[in-house]
């Protein structure tokens, strides 16, 4: 069983930056699949970034528009541990985040939420002006 445990959510300022952490615990095959999401209230959950991870060719990101060139994905395998740095923040970014995963597999649609397996409780994020 894949559990996912959210950290690092707040409130900031417009332009501040917040960074967001996972811990994985569980089966995670030898490729895999992480990513963010996060929902508003009265919206769809969104896809923000994803992460494809694979000790033989993983490293590729993935973001949506409305976040490439503020937010970064990374991960620390040792920690297992995926996180989700947000500068510039907005406050249209305010929102609960959440971290998801797809244990064995690859990165096939990685901002679907439909797509992925595995589910964070969330952590909240929101930004004032």
């Known amino acids: 069983q894949v559990q996912l445990v959210e950290s690092g959510g707040g409130s900031v300022l417009a332009g501040g930056s917040l960074r967001l952490s996972c811990a994985a615990s569980?089966?995670?095959?030898?490729?895999?699949?992480m990513g963010w999401f996060r929902q508003a209230p009265g919206k769809e959950r969104e896809g923000v970034a994803a992460?494809?991870?694979?000790?033989?060719?993983?490293?590729?990101?993935y973001y949506s528009d409305s976040v490439k060139g503020r937010f970064t994905i990374s991960e620390e395998h040792a920690k297992y541990t995926v996180y989700l740095q947000m500068n510039n923040l907005k406050p249209e970014d305010t929102a609960m985040y959440y971290c998801a995963a797809v244990p064995q597999g690859y990165c096939l649609a990685p901002l679907d939420k439909v797509a992925y397996n595995y589910w964070g409780q969330g952590t909240q994020v929101t930004v004032s002006s």
């Open positions: 569980g089966y995670f095959g030898s490729s895999s699949c």
């Open positions: 992460i494809y991870l694979s000790s033989v060719d993983g490293g590729s990101t």
